[in-house]
Nanobody
Framework: QVQLVESGGGLVQAGGSLRLSCAASGRTSSSYAMGWFRQAPGKEREFVAAIAWNGGRTYYADSVKGRFTISRDNAKNTVNLQMNSLKPEDTAVYSC????????????????WGQGTQVIVSS
């Protein structure tokens, strides 16, 4: 089992920045691919960003490309999501997820999920 805990959410004005972190514990392994997903009110959860176990490959949703950056520190078992130039439409609950094996953007392929952290971007 892997436990994931997100932090770093909050209220920010449009154009501002936030840095989300996801701390992994339990049966942790540096071979896990990690992803960030978000769910806005009244909408389905959607993919945001993902990173391979060694950080060698990353993927981003078109809506965040150029503004968000995913990174990981396997020594600390953490994955971060740096969010810049935030927009009101980025408002959502952000969750991190982990899976063994190849990185993917498909949420049903992830085995472990955190509880999420709320991000609110005011206009």
């Amino acid at each position: 089992q892997v436990q994931l805990v997100e932090s770093g959410g909050g209220l920010v004005q449009a154009g501002g920045s936030l840095r989300l972190s996801c701390a992994a514990s339990g049966r942790t392994s540096s071979s896990y691919a990690m992803g960030w997903f978000r769910q806005a009110p009244g909408k389905e959860r959607e993919f945001v960003a993902a990173i391979a176990w060694n950080g060698g490959r990353t993927y981003y949703a078109d809506s965040v490309k150029g503004r968000f950056t995913i990174s990981r520190d396997n020594a600390k078992n953490t994955v971060n999501l740096q969010m810049n130039s935030l927009k009101p439409e980025d408002t959502a609950v952000y969750s991190c997820a982990a899976r063994r094996g190849v990185v993917t953007t498909t949420q049903r392929n992830y085995d472990y999920w955190g509880q999420g952290t709320q991000v609110i971007v005011s206009s």
